[in-house]
């Protein structure tokens, strides 16, 4: 698989919800890159503690989504805060969309899809407590390990990445949908 992969994540990532699906990309043959707002490393979240550093590739003022085949957003709590609080971030997200690209985000990766105005119409799936935020972002929560919509693909949480990143890996090979939407 000859494509592009874009991870957006800052500090404070869930760790196997960056490097399971990385990893799963990777070995079906795909680029990744991680894409931060600012630094050269990012620090990691793991088991209610601070984790490994990762290497960014790119900052978001680097890069464009024309540059990607695909974006992927890994949870954590204070991981999503943050980029929903970028514009440049949320901006990046958006333009994925536009693209009719596939975008795929975990636990509370959504987050920042609430800020970019992306999820409306839409069938997802989210960490259970943003159930009512998915809801008045006018997108439709359900309760299942991995839903795909229009190359838009969402799980719950770590237990699920097995699920979620077949159907990642599934999505990016597809490439874009014609029903993908802003």
Same mark, same amino acid.
């Given at each position: 698989?000859?494509k ?6 800052? /500090?404070? $990532?869930?760790?196997i919800e960056?490097?399971?699906?990385k ?11 991680? *894409?931060?707002?600012?630094? %050269? ?6 088991? #209610?503690?601070? &984790?490994?550093? =990762?290497?960014?590739? =790119? ?8 540059? =990607? ?21 949320i901006? $990046?997200?958006?333009? $994925? $969309? ?7 985000? *975990?636990?509370?990766? *959504?987050?920042? @899809? *609430?800020?970019?105005?992306?999820? /409306?119409?839409?069938?997802?799936? &989210? =960490? ?7 809801? /008045?972002? #006018?997108g439709?929560?359900?309760d ?6 229009? #190359? ?9 990445? %097995?699920?979620? /990143?077949?159907? @990642? ?14």
């Open positions: 698989m000859k592009k992969v874009a991870i957006l994540a800052t /500090n404070g $990532f869930e760790e960056l490097t399971s699906p990893k799963a990309l990777e070995d079906a043959g795909a680029t990744v890159h991680i *894409i931060s707002p600012s630094g %050269e490393s990012i620090r990691a979240w793991n088991d #209610g503690n601070w &984790s490994d550093t =990762y290497k960014v590739d =790119y900052t978001v003022s680097d890069v464009s989504a024309t540059d =990607y085949n695909s974006l992927m957003l890994p949870g954590g709590v204070l991981n999503p805060d943050q980029l929903r609080q970028d514009e440049k971030s901006e $990046f997200i958006r333009e $994925f $969309f536009k693209q009719q690209k596939p975008v795929s985000a *975990i636990c509370h990766g *959504i987050q920042p @899809l *609430i800020d970019a105005g992306v999820l /409306n119409g839409r069938k997802l799936t &989210s =960490y259970p407590s943003l159930q009512k935020d998915v809801e /008045n972002a #006018g439709n929560w359900v299942q390990e991995v839903v795909v919509d229009e #190359g838009f693909t969402t799980s719950r949480t770590p237990d699920d990445l %097995e699920a979620f /990143n077949d159907k @990642l890996v599934e999505e990016v090979k597809e490439g874009k949908h014609e029903e993908q939407h802003a």
